[in-house]
């Protein structure tokens, strides 16, 4: 989501081709709310009362403190709201893979409790979660259901998730520097984001800056009052795209005022309506967590399913299904800021199914025509894969156009590149 200025398994009885056919059909869907739902982070959502009066902050000054801040230690709630207009992602298992898993559903591994199974409830709906973080290396998130909790520990050199409702674990080793992340100039940990071991996200500063990183003149930054959030005071930056054809409206940071810690982040589309987005904390203590929040030990009876190598796999489905199409025909970005559009091609080249090949299941169809829309240009024909934050162009001779933009900007970008 955030500006960059630089910027398959076959069924069995189908042919392969046919199988890689239904492969890319589900893989650019997924993607496009996978691109969203990878944003997802820890960064937080609620609560303000009262405008508090705090000393004058200009933008840059206000940028710098979040830059400079080095929170590693905090625990408390989290309340995240999504709405991305996506229809309903229920009953698409199967076929679908183990990127598209409806609610309760299993991952890759087999087990309900693998991340991979968990990341797409989080891209729709309100969600509550608690957190906890002590450095690089120990951190916890709780998902939180009425009835059951699902926990995801990172403690050192293991990574543990537990679903309580059906009583099933995944275990794997934390990858080492360099394997999945690496130490940056400070010694801090710089590693991918997504839900899994030390990839989940953890810290909402990542995410705020992120989405600071376009560059001056493509985005308008200023100071927008300030607020309470959790009960801390809070300086508010409003973030805009100057550029017209983003789907992003606006970005607003709440920041506290003595830690320079992000507590808050509410993505409005440019379409308007209320926010695609919201995340913050409810609660926040800046104090150390006792060193057993991040213990953990599988109750008696638990299922118990080991990663396959051995080590934890952050479920980042964009990667994971976009990176399947990048593998055969690499990845370039077209335009630049809010409107980087990154192209990649399916596997081949050739052989996208139309929307009315009959290829998928019933249900899988509806999810997709729920989300195309046709597309034509000097680059040939296409379906647009739509959300109200991320949209993809899928051409008919394999391209895809991925990114925050509308419609016309990915066909523009498409026309650009034939």
């Not at 392969?16 to 239904?22: I, N, S, T, Y």
């Not at 450095?135 to 909790?149: F, L, M």
């Not at 599988?298 to 479920?315: M, S, W």
């Amino acid at each position: 989501m955030a500006p960059n200025d630089s910027a398959q398994t076959t069924e069995e009885g189908r042919e392969p081709r046919a199988g890689r056919r239904m492969a890319t059909r589900y893989a650019v869907p997924v993607a496009v709310a996978g691109v969203a739902a990878a944003t997802i982070g820890l960064v937080p959502a609620l609560a303000a009362t009262g405008d508090p009066e705090l000393p004058k902050i200009s933008a840059q000054e206000l940028i710098e403190k979040i830059a400079a801040s080095d929170t590693e230690q905090f625990s408390g709630s989290v309340k995240i709201t999504t709405d991305l207009g996506l229809p309903s992602l229920g009953g698409l298992g199967g076929a679908a893979g183990s990127a598209l898993v409806p609610k309760g559903g299993a991952g890759a591994s087999g087990s309900t409790a693998d991340p991979n199974a968990k990341l797409m409830e989080l891209t729709t709906g309100t969600h509550t979660l608690r957190v906890a973080t002590d450095g690089p290396d120990k951190q916890k998130v709780s998902i939180q259901d009425d009835a059951a909790e699902y926990s995801l520990i990172h403690n050192g050199d293991e990574v543990w998730a537990y679903d309580s409702a059906s009583n099933e674990a995944y275990h794997a080793a934390s990858p080492k520097d360099g394997e999945h992340g690496q130490k940056g100039a400070k010694g801090e940990h710089q590693r991918e984001e997504g839900a899994g071991a030390e990839g989940a996200p953890a810290t909402p500063q990542d995410f705020a800056k992120e989405a600071l990183k376009a560059s001056a003149d493509t985005t308008s930054v200023t100071v927008d009052g300030t607020a309470r959030i959790a009960g801390r005071d809070a300086y508010q930056l409003l973030v805009k795209p100057k550029q017209s054809g983003s789907t992003v409206g606006s970005i607003k940071i709440a920041v506290d005022a003595e830690t320079g810690t992000p507590l808050k982040f509410t993505l409005t589309p440019s379409s308007g309506g209320k926010a695609v987005i919201d995340i913050g904390f409810t609660k926040v203590d800046f104090a150390k967590p006792a060193a057993s929040t991040f213990d953990f030990t599988p109750p008696k009876g638990t299922k118990v399913t080991q990663a396959e190598d051995g080590k934890a796999q952050a479920p980042e489905v964009p990667k994971a299904d976009a990176g399947a199409f990048a593998e055969s025909g690499g990845q370039k970005v077209i335009g630049k800021g809010w409107n980087a559009v990154y192209e990649l091609t399916t596997p081949e080249g050739t052989d996208v199914p139309s929307a009315t090949s009959g290829d998928l299941p019933a249900e899988a169809q509806s999810f997709l025509d729920a989300l195309g829309d046709k597309a034509t240009g000097s680059f040939g024909s296409g379906t647009v894969y739509k959300t109200r934050l991320v949209n993809a162009l899928l051409t008919d001779d394999g391209k895809v156009y991925v990114g925050a933009v509308t419609k016309d900007v990915l066909v523009k970008a498409a026309n650009q590149a034939k």
